[in-house]
Antibody, heavy 122, light 107 residues
Framework: QVTLKESGPVLVRPTETLTLTCTVS??????????VSWIRQPPGKALEWLAH???????SSTTSLRSRLTISRDTSRSQVVLTLTNVDPVDTATYYC??????????????WGQGVLVTVSS | DIQLTQSPSSLYASVGDRVTMTCRAS??????LNWYQQKPGKAPSVVVY???VLQDGVPSRFSGRGSGTDFTLTIDSLQREDFATYYC?????????FGQGTKVEFK
């Protein structure tokens, strides 16, 4: 059974750095045609894709946050880490990690973790 | 960035109704379009991927169609457990983007 679980602080102060960890089980981070993505959702709003890391370690991230956002992994611990620097209250959201599946160029997110609500406030 | 516009933003329906929602891309994305269902307080789950492929375990009353810029998700004979918000998502190019969602509510 494939599962993903997010962990990290629930409250972060403005200008601090947010670090979230996604721990996966049931698949390997190096399995071809798979990867892990981070997606967030502000309260009451739509989903926003943030970044993903491919099975070969290559990464990609959203343009608007690229200067503040880093995605990395520890394959020995089956973990993917998202770091967001200089946070602001607008970064308040539920942060999800999800397995990215690839097939013939198509890709989709399945399954998703339960999500972690992060509030940015002083 | 590719913009995805979903319509309607909400729709009201009854159990047994046939409902259709639309997702329009700002430029052609072939069939690189997925649909997710999200219930309140829960993570999304994929319903249809590659525009028309039903995810394993999803009831056959769900169907997806389209290619290029126009896509639809249809639910035949709506069931109580289908009341949720549905998001489309494109995997044609980076950054990946989502639509704003269509909320299916009780009439």
């Amino acid at each position: 059974q494939v599962t993903l679980k997010e962990s990290g602080p629930v409250l972060v102060r403005p200008t601090e750095t947010l670090t979230l960890t996604c721990t996966v089980s049931g698949f390997s981070l190096t399995t071809s045609r798979m990867g892990v993505s981070w997606i967030r959702q502000p309260p009451g709003k739509a989903l926003e894709w943030l970044a993903h890391i491919f099975s070969n370690g290559e990464t990609s991230s959203t343009t608007s946050l690229r200067s503040r956002l880093t995605i990395s992994r520890d394959t020995s611990r089956s973990q993917v880490v998202l770091t967001l620097t200089n946070v602001d209250p607008v970064d308040t959201a539920t942060y999800y990690c999800a397995r990215t599946q690839f097939d013939y160029g198509e890709s989709w997110f399945d399954p998703w973790g339960q999500g972690v609500l992060v509030t940015v406030s002083s | 960035d590719i913009q995805l516009t979903q319509s309607p933003s909400s729709l009201y329906a009854s159990v047994g109704d046939r409902v259709t929602m639309t997702c329009r891309a700002s430029r052609g994305i072939s069939t690189f379009l997925n649909w997710y269902q999200q219930k309140p307080g829960k993570a999304p789950s994929v319903v249809v991927y590659a525009a028309s492929v039903l995810q394993d375990g999803v009831p056959s009353r769900f169907s997806g169609r389209g290619s290029g810029t126009d896509f639809t998700l249809t639910i035949d004979s709506l069931q109580r457990e289908d009341f949720a918000t549905y998001y489309c998502h494109q995997s044609y190019s980076t950054p990946r983007t989502f639509g704003q969602g269509t909320k299916v509510e009780f009439k």
